[in-house]
């Protein structure tokens, strides 16, 4: 198991409410990353924080937030929830350097209905 | 734009066969590449990662991958499966020239029978 932990394990909200979904990264890095994996699907790129700033989007709309902390924790906020936002999230830590190996946390579950 | 392709939705082999993943990539910059495992309702697992030097990489569990740059391709290998290697595989790259963004395959299932 790595050292990121993430919370909740499972989320049901309903479209149009908004949610917040929380990690903590593994001790010693720097870096938080988040993804979205849709059933069935790889995981998708949301955005990565260092130095408590976004340092790199994918393709998600504004409605996809984040936050870092000084203690490299963060946060991804969405919303205006949407159906399709129905999908394992993933928090992954790292080091900033591109070499470095991100490690995954076990992911929140969020069921939008 | 970085991508990734794992050609194969699923992959069956008999225990104590070789286990082959397939995985090719396009990046403008030098790849650096990954596997990871998920297993049911779990986060992503690492497994092993080609960043450069030698083609033959070993890893996690047995687990080894060989990167060939005139193929763009990073193949998942281990000699020996064991029905315990049964999950959800992922190629992933990280273009150089494009920051920290990891761009993920499909995934590829392996179902290794008794």
């Known amino acids: 198991e790595t050292g990121v932990t993430q919370s909740p394990t499972h989320l049901i909200k309903t479209r149009g409410q908004q949610v917040t979904l929380r990690c903590s990264s593994q001790?010693?890095?720097?870096?938080v990353s988040w993804y979205q994996q849709a059933l069935g699907q790889g995981p998708q790129f949301i955005f990565q924080?260092?130095?408590?700033?976004?340092?790199g989007r994918g393709n998600f709309p504004p409605r996809f937030s984040g936050l870092q902390f000084p203690n490299y924790s963060s946060e991804l906020n969405v919303n205006a929830l949407e159906l399709d936002d129905s999908a394992l999230y993933l928090c992954?830590?790292?080091?900033?350097?591109?070499?470095?190996?991100?490690?995954f946390g076990p992911g929140t579950r969020l069921l939008v209905l | 734009a970085q991508s990734v392709a794992q050609p194969e939705d699923q992959v069956n082999v008999a225990e104590g066969n070789p286990l082959t993943v397939k995985c090719t990539y396009s990046v403008s910059g030098n790849p650096y590449l990954f596997w990871y495992v998920q297993y049911p309702n779990r986060g992503l697992q690492f497994l092993l990662k080609y960043i450069t030097g030698d083609n033959l990489v070993k890893g996690s569990y047995g687990f080894e991958a060989e990167f060939n740059k005139s193929q763009t391709s990073f193949h998942l290998k281990k000699p020996s499966a064991l029905v315990s290697d049964s999950a959800l595989y992922f190629c992933a790259v990280r273009d150089e020239a494009a920051g920290n963004k990891l761009t993920f395959g499909g995934g590829t299932r392996v179902l290794v029978k008794p």
């Open positions: 001790s010693g890095h720097n870096t």
């Open positions: 992954a830590s790292s080091f900033i350097q591109g070499r470095e190996t991100q490690y």
């Open positions: 924080y260092y130095r408590e700033e976004e340092n």
